[in-house]
């Protein structure tokens, strides 16, 4: 082919980049396009944290591709009337992109697919984002995987992929391009967001340096350490691997190669643990592609029987962190503060609104969205779903979480939660996690009492679920 457009989606990236090496390898030249679809990232809930993630990563995407004499075409609007309207423009044969497993962004791929094909040009997408998609990893009976366990053994015996050989000055030339280009909203990085992005690094550039740094200094000690907060110990890989800002297959081979260099067993099955979050990931992308109804209800049609609390007031606290539970408000209170919350918190919040409060999982689950930088519907989904016990690798439902022995177990000095609630950063250290035992404490710092008590809310949430069980809905 001589002239081929890549589409930049969740990819933003040059190397390790699938469709893009394709493109590399056979079109004579390659026209480099991002579209701004403001209105399918509304639609999807993407935070303000995560827009200027994405931002922030096309600028360094635009950087990098002009260092190699290109220019990043970026255009505003829906992509099936964007790209066709630069086929024409540029005489592009074909557009090439790597494939999302969203349902929305399968619609729009259709939507793409046919508004080119009906104008005569080519359209291929590509696997990229993930090593096994949707129907590669199925059961002996050819069926989707529902639990995790049975599908981290398949995905391990499939064998790992090297990295694709990306945008390659060799295999693609030059051009200056004539058509019109936008820019991004300037008003994504203001300079709280800009404060936000630093912490995980700009760009490609940004996510390898992070993935170099974890894998030089902490995944060794990642299995040990990665269940406390107050501990920088997991990977903050989580905004770059939504938005392809670092290859999966790059950080599978850095991987390889610091287990392969490791000197212990203590060290190698700290490699393998990362290893399997990053299937945890696969897994929940394949569940959302092969059960997209997740995204509406719950994966179990028992529990869509819920009568769940609409208590607005129980919401609100939750949402700022005035519980007056220590390790939720401190959680609570980071999330809205930084964009990002450690996995441990994640799961004690999602077990506490649901679980304590009571509240629908999916109120939840849309405010994660409205302020995480990571925020990816198939993880958010899943975590959620599992914690709220809906789901289908879920917890049990009669898995409840204490959120004192939580912040006791997982913080136990009770670094995180001085460091997130000021009212507790000089309590002593055996009523950080339970300040209502002295009620001068509360008096004095005005931190709140608990909206609930956990002892009888568990009780609650037992019978809530057990009823819903017993009335059995089906889908
Ligand atoms: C209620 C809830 C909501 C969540 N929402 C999201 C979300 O919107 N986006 C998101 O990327 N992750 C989500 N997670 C999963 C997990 O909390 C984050 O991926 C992780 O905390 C990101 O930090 P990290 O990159 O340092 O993780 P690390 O521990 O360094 O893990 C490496 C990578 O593995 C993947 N990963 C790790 N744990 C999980 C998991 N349980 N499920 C899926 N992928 C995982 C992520 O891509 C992560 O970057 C959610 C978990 C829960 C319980």
């Given at each position: 082919?001589?002239?081929?457009i ?14 893009l ?13 991002y579209?701004?679809?403001e209105?399918?990232?509304r639609?999807?809930g ?24 290109y220019?990043?075409?970026i ?5 099936e009337?964007e ?13 090439f ?44 009976a ?7 366990t ?23 030339r ?10 991004l909203?300037?008003e994504?990085?203001s ?18 340096a992070?993935l170099?740094?974890?894998m030089?200094d902490?995944?060794?000690e ?15 890989l ?20 610091a ?5 212990a ?5 700290s490699?393998d ?6 299937i ?13 109804h ?34 939720v408000?401190a959680?609570?209170?980071c999330?809205?503060a ?18 304590d ?11 994660f ?18 914690c709220?016990g ?5 917890a049990?439902?009669?898995r ?6 939580q912040?006791?177990?997982?913080d136990p ?11 507790l ?17 509360l ?5 709140p009492c608990?909206?609930?008590?956990h ?5 609650r ?8 069980r ?6």
């Open positions: 082919m001589k002239r081929v890549h589409w930049f989606r969740r990819d933003l990236r040059l190397s390790d980049n699938t469709a090496s394709a493109a590399s390898a056979r079109a004579e030249e390659v026209v480099p396009v579209i701004f679809d209105a399918a990232f639609s999807a993407c935070s303000n944290a995560a827009l200027a993630f994405m931002s922030s990563a096309v600028a360094a995407l635009k950087e990098s591709l002009r260092a190699r004499g220019e990043l075409i255009r505003r609007g829906a992509p009337t790209l066709v309207e630069l086929c024409k423009a540029l005489s592009a044969e074909a557009v992109c790597n494939k999302c497993y969203e349902p929305e962004e399968k619609r729009v791929e259709g939507r793409v697919f046919a508004a080119l094909n009906g104008a005569g040009f080519g359209f291929e997408s590509f696997k990229d984002s993930v090593v096994w998609e949707e129907q590669e990893i199925l059961t002996q050819g069926k989707p995987f529902t639990v995790f049975p599908y981290a053994k398949a995905w391990k015996a499939r064998g790992m992929p090297s990295p694709r050989p990306g945008f390659t000055r060799r295999c693609a030059a051009r200056s391009v004539e058509v019109r280009s936008h820019e909203p300037a994504f990085l300079p709280k967001n800009s404060e936000l992005i630093s912490v995980f690094g700009v760009g490609e550039q940004g996510g390898l992070l170099r740094k974890f030089r902490r995944v060794y990642y299995a040990a350490v990665r269940d406390y907060p107050a501990v920088e110990g997991t990977s903050r989580s905004p770059h691997l939504r938005w392809g800002t670092v290859g999966i297959r790059t950080v599978l081979a850095e991987l390889m190669r287990r392969a260099e490791a000197d067993p203590g060290q190698r099955k490699c643990v990362f290893l399997t979050e990053l945890w990931r696969e897994f929940y992308n394949q569940i959302l592609a092969n059960f997209p997740v995204a509406q209800r719950s994966f179990r049609p028992e529990y869509e029987a819920i009568k769940w609390s609409e208590n607005r007031e129980h919401f609100q606290a939750w949402c700022w962190g005035m519980t007056g539970y220590p390790v408000d959680a609570m209170r999330l809205n930084t964009g990002w919350l450690h996995n441990r918190l994640r799961m004690i919040v999602a077990m506490f609104l649901t679980k409060l009571l509240i629908n999982w999916q109120w939840g689950e849309r405010y969205m409205q302020k995480l930088v990571d925020g990816d519907l198939a993880a958010n989904n899943g975590g959620w779903q599992w709220a809906t789901g289908t690798d879920a049990p439902y009669f409840i979480f204490n959120p004192v022995a912040g006791k177990r997982f000095r009770g670094e995180f939660v001085r460091r997130w609630v000021p009212e950063a000089s309590a002593p250290p055996e009523l950080v996690h339970e300040p209502w035992k002295d009620p001068s404490l008096k004095r710092t005005g931190y608990r909206v609930v008590l002892t009888e809310q568990r009780i949430a037992l019978e809530l679920y057990k009823s819903a017993s009335r059995k809905a089906a889908y």
